[in-house]
């Protein structure tokens, strides 16, 4: 499996042309998904005793198993938080793979680990975060979170008062499901509340004086977010800076979506306050233009994150001595093993410089405020609320929950498109609603009136 022979070099080609027919690609097809029984039917028993050969594997990815997945970079993939991965970034990420660096200790991984801080020195002074503040690359922004609420934690529990305390922290209902996914990792409770639009200080503080004399004692942090997944809405981070500075409270900012709208200057007041805070996540995955799976999160002092996380252990201790002296991202956030994730954000960055990075997010901005004005134009829609960052909420005058489902359906099975409902709370009931969520630059206006004419 490991020599060199003619078949390697012969699938090392086809896998070449297959890299370079992608990212020269431009009319691709949606895709959509087939149940596993079916995509079995078609391409049988693939894991042998003696196996298939590369050739046959490759010929069923590319005829089968490829087309039951949805490019996250389509033009008309507008749900959830698609990405758009430069080309640099992607081609990028394949020398990632084949230069096979482990990327949690400057001892092994000095020249990739380098580069993925070159790029996040240049993230870090998009937060305006004072000198001294750094971060790492994760996994996304579950993985980030979790390193970031851990730190928090842990940088409380110094002092022995909480040492048996179950933490408490607080967020809103429009925080990412992650955050909630997170605390029960970090076995914290967590306080909702009960607020989908802009999370304020004032909120924050009520919340804060009508907890019981226990509640305060084990609240330790505060989630604000930086672009709510669902609606694109930037909580009021001065506002919470304020009160968490007061009470003595760990200020973490999910940034994840929304962070990459720090550099565009037409929004960038909007996050005033995140230089406060004491992590924030940010996935270069989504706004950043970067492949999956790359996270980030930033510590105002990552020195709280390094007591936290670093690993001990008889094998590891050489990485500790100086002879292996450098940065080891495996110290600040809960992985060990890593890939050099950052390495593709920084080649792209290099590539193609900050400016065209900026008009790059300006150009989602502006995509969402173009199809508002559509769906003001068209009768049979409406918005829900006006455009926030790169998100639309938008209704369907006069349809029912399983009305918006059945339409997806239809889209996604004619490769026209996948664009997905989500819930909005309208008064005291969650209603069924469409949403867009752009970062493709390549959409158009056109892909835009077509969606939306396909409500009809």
């Known amino acids: 499996m490991h020599k060199i022979d003619f078949d390697l070099v012969e699938m090392t080609m086809d896998v070449m042309k297959y890299t370079i027919d992608r990212i020269s690609h431009t009319k691709q097809k949606v895709g959509k998904p087939q149940k596993a029984v079916v995509l079995k039917e078609l391409v049988g028993e693939t894991i042998t005793k003696e196996g298939i050969g590369g050739e046959k594997a490759f010929k069923l990815w590319k005829k089968h198993l490829a087309k039951a997945n949805v490019p996250v970079d389509h033009p008309r993939n507008l749900a959830f938080v698609p990405a758009a991965p430069t080309r640099a970034a992607v081609m990028f990420d394949l020398v990632t793979s084949v230069s096979s660096i482990h ?74 499901s992650s955050v909630k996914a997170m605390a029960k990792v970090a076995d914290v409770d967590i306080l909702l509340v009960d607020s989908e639009e802009e999370l304020k200080g004032e909120d924050l503080r009520n919340t804060i004086e009508n907890l019981t004399f226990h509640q305060r004692k084990r609240l330790f942090a505060v989630v604000a977010t930086g672009g709510t997944t669902n609606a694109g809405i930037i909580d009021d981070l001065d506002g919470i800076a304020e009160v968490c500075e007061k009470e003595k409270l760990w200020f973490h900012v999910d940034a994840a979506y929304g962070g990459g ?19 924030i996540t940010i996935d270069p995955h989504k706004w950043m233009f970067s492949p999956y799976d790359c996270g980030a999160v930033i510590y105002k002092n990552p020195d709280y994150a390094k007591n936290a996380h670093s690993q001990e252990g008889s094998y590891l201790d050489i990485f500790k001595d100086e002879g292996a002296h450098g940065f080891n991202p495996a110290d600040y956030q809960i992985q060990l093993t890593r890939r050099v994730r950052g390495l593709p954000l920084w080649f792209s960055l290099a590539t193609h410089g900050t400016d065209r990075y900026k008009a790059s997010v300006e150009r989602g901005i502006e995509l969402a405020q173009i199809a508002g004005k559509i769906i003001e134009e068209n009768p049979n829609v409406e918005l829900v609320r006006e455009p926030s960052l790169s998100c639309v909420l938008y209704r369907r005058i006069g349809w029912q929950p399983e009305d918006y489902t059945h339409w997806t359906y239809e ?5 026209f498109a996948l664009v997905t409902p989500t819930k909005w709370k309208n008064g005291d009931m969650f209603e069924t609603v469409s949403r867009f969520c752009f970062i493709n630059p390549d959409t158009t206006e056109e892909d835009i009136r077509l969606i939306i004419e396909s409500m009809a």
């Open 103 to 176: 990327g949690a200790y400057w001892m092994e991984g000095a020249g990739g680990i380098f580069c993925e801080n070159e790029a996040m020195k240049w993230m870090v002074s998009l937060t305006g975060m004072t000198e001294g503040a750094f971060g790492v690359f994760t996994s996304g922004g579950t993985a980030a979170n979790l390193s970031a609420i851990v730190t928090a934690r842990e940088r409380w529990r110094e002092d022995d008062t909480y040492k048996r305390e179950k933490g408490l922290i607080i967020t809103s209902i429009g925080a990412h």
């Open 261 to 279: 709208a720090l550099i565009a200057d037409s929004v960038r007041h909007l996050f005033n306050g995140i230089e406060r805070a004491d992590s």
């Open 411 to 415: 889209n996604h099975n004619k490769g």
